[in-house]
C-alpha cells in the first residue's frame, strides 16, 4: 500500500511501552478496643406485657421541654417604632445634603458664567478702545459724508 522509502517496516519502528506502577493499598491496623466500665449501672426494667410476654430494657429518661425564653425587655413594636424614626431622619438629613449640595452647585455655575461673561466683555471692551492694533475696514470722514433719506453716502 506505501512506497517502501515513506513508511518503515513495522519491526524497525522503535516502540516506547510504558507501564503502570502498580500503587500499593493502605493497610487499616483497627485500634485495638479497650473495655471500658460506665460509671454506674443503669436500672434495668421488666414488663410483662397483656399477651404474657416479658420486655427488659434500661430506662429512658423523659424528654425535658425546652425552658421557656423571657419576654424581651422592651416590645418589638418600639423597637420597630424606633428604627423606623431612624431611618426617616437618615432620609430626612440626606435629602436635606442633596438640595444644599444642589443650591451649592447651581451658585458655582452662576458664577462660572458672570466670570465668563466680564472676562469676554473686557476682551471686547479692550479691542474696542485700544488704540493700537490692526484697524480693519472702511475709515469714513463723518464732517463730509451725505445723508439723505436715512441712506448714508460716504
Keep these: 500500500m506505501y512506497p517502501d ?16 506502577t502498580p500503587i500499593q ?3 487499616a ?19 410483662v406485657l397483656p399477651d404474657g410476654r416479658v420486655v427488659t ?7 425535658q421541654p425546652e425552658p421557656v425564653q423571657a419576654p424581651p425587655a422592651v416590645s418589638r413594636t ?7 424614626g431612624v431611618g426617616f431622619l437618615a432620609a430626612c438629613g440626606g435629602l436635606l445634603l442633596l438640595t444644599s449640595f444642589i443650591a ?8 462660572l458664567i458672570t466670570l465668563a461673561a466680564v472676562i469676554f466683555g473686557g476682551w471686547i471692551a479692550v479691542q474696542i478702545f485700544s488704540g493700537s492694533g ?15 433719506r436715512n441712506k448714508f453716502y460716504g
Design 29 to 47: 491496623v483497627p485500634a485495638p478496643l479497650v473495655p471500658v466500665q460506665p460509671g454506674s449501672v443503669p436500672a434495668v426494667a421488666s414488663i
Design 5 to 20: 522509502h515513506t513508511q518503515p517496516a513495522p519491526a524497525e519502528r522503535a516502540l516506547d511501552v510504558h507501564y503502570p
Design 134 to 148: 490692526h484697524k480693519g475696514g472702511t475709515t469714513i470722514n463723518a464732517r463730509k459724508a451725505v445723508i439723505k
Design 78 to 84: 418600639a423597637v420597630n417604632v424606633a428604627l423606623g
Design 57 to 63: 430494657g434500661y430506662a429512658i429518661n423523659p424528654m
Design 25 to 27: 493499598p493502605v493497610v
Design 104 to 111: 451649592a452647585l447651581t451658585a458655582f455655575v452662576t458664577q
